[in-house]
C-alpha cells in the first residue's frame, strides 16, 4: 500500500529482512508483519499467533528483543531476556530476566533503563537469574523462566515501615500490587506498578487515609518513604460515607447514567448499550437448580430489578419489589448456528420496562449449553458483569453470597447529594479554566460532515 515505510531507520539488516519484492506486483514491496495464519478450507484465514518476538502491551507493539538489547548494553548485565505473562487479576505485563557478571555488585536495571526505553516498553518486573534456561539445542528457553521477582536492583533487603502512616501505607501497595514484601524504600513502578495501580492506589488511599492524593504525586513520590512525607503534609478531607437511601418511588441517576440515557435517547431502536454474553456450560445441568440462581440475583441486586421513567423531564430510576425476567430455552445443532441465535436474541430495551434483562438457554447436548444473557448498559458495566457471573456461578453451586449492605442507588443518590452540597466545585472550576476560550467550537469549519444521528 502507499503507507508502506521505506525501511528501519539506519537498520539495513532489518530492512533487508522485513522488506520483500512483491510476488505479483513487479515494483512493489510487501513488509513481513511477523504473524502466522493459515488457510481454512472455506477461504477464511486463521491466526495462529507470532512468527517473531513482538507482542503487544496495553495497546503498544513491543519488540522483546529491543528490551533485551537494551539491557544487555547495561555494564555489569552479562545476558537477558524478556516475556510477556498475564497476571492473577488478568493483566498483561513485561517481565525481564538478566544474569549479572560476577564482579557485578549492587545494580538498579530500572533506573538504568529509564534512559533507554520509552515508558511503554519498561518491564513491570526484574528478576536476576543465576543462569538463563536453555532448550536441548542451546537456544533460551522462555517457557523454562520463573515466575518474576518483581525487583529492579539486585540485593536488596526491604526496610521495614517506622511509623503508623508508613505501616498503612504498606498495606495498601500490598492490596494494589497483589505482593507481600514491601519495604519503604521500593520504587512503585520496579514493583510492577503503573498508571493503571497508580488510579487504584489513589483511590485506596483516599478511601483509608482521606487524603486526596493527585495521581502525579504518585509519580513525584514512587517510594513508600516519600509518599508518606508528602502525605503528612496534606489536609484530611473526610468525606461522607454512602449510606442506604431512605425508601422512595423514584431514586436520581448517577452521573454515569445520566450520560447513557442521554446517548439511548438519540437512538433508542439501537442496540449498541446493550451487554450480551454468552458463558459455555459443560457436564450435567441441572436446569432447576440454574433457574432458582438466576431468580436469587434478581431479588438480591436492585439495578437488575430498575426502569428508567421521566419525571418533569428529569430521568428517574424505578426499583421494582420483584420482576420477571423473560427465560427461554431452544436446541441448536451446532455450535456455529450460536451466532445466527444471538442476533435474534439481542434486542432493544424499553427502559421504562423492568428488567432490563433476558437470558436464554441454548442446548446443544445433554452435557454441553450456552447460557445467554442480555443487559442494557444503564444497570451494568464490565466490572458489575464480572460480579454477576461470579455470584452466579457462587448460587448455582450451593454457596450463599455475603448480604449486600449497599445497593447503586445508593451510590447514585451520595453523588448527588455530594454534587448538590459543592464537593466536586473545585473540579468544576479546573475544567472551567482549562476550557476557556476553547468552548464555543461550533462555528469551525468541519471537514466531515457529521450525521444528525450516530450510526455507530
Sequence with gaps: GKGLAEGYFQQKELTVQAFTAHPFHEGERLYRTGDKARFLPDGTIEYLGRLDHQVKVRGFRIELGEIESALRSISGVKDAAAIVRTTADGEQELAAYVVLQKETGRLDLHRTLAGKLPAYMMPDSFTILPNMPLTTSGKLDRSGLPEPAHSGRADVTPKAPRTLLET??????????????????????????????????????????????????VFSYPTIESMAGAIEQMTRDICPEIQPAPEKDLYPLSFAQKRLYALHQ???????????????????LCRK?????????????????????LQNGEPMQRIASAAEVKWTELHIQSEDSLNEVMESFVQPFDLERAPLIRVCLAALNKDRHFFLLDMHHLIADGMSMSTFIREFTDIYS?????????QYKDFAVWQNEQFSAGAFGSQKQYWLEVLKGTLPVLDLPLDQKRPLLPDF
Design 289 to 309: 437448580r440454574l433457574k432458582e440462581a438466576f431468580a436469587t440475583l434478581i431479588d438480591r441486586h436492585e439495578a437488575l430489578r430498575t426502569s428508567f421513567v
Design 168 to 217: 498503612e501505607l504498606v498495606l495498601i501497595w500490598q492490596e494494589v500490587l497483589k505482593r507481600e514484601l514491601i519495604g519503604i524504600r521500593d520504587d512503585f513502578f520496579q514493583l510492577g506498578g503503573q498508571s493503571l495501580k497508580a488510579a487504584a492506589l489513589v483511590s485506596k488511599i483516599y478511601q483509608r487515609l482521606h487524603v486526596q492524593l493527585p495521581i502525579r504525586d
Design 266 to 284: 438519540l437512538a433508542k431502536d439501537s442496540t449498541s448499550y446493550n451487554m450480551p454474553a454468552a458463558l459455555e456450560l459443560r457436564g450435567k
Design 398 to 406: 450451593g454457596k450463599e453470597p455475603p448480604p449486600l449492605t449497599l
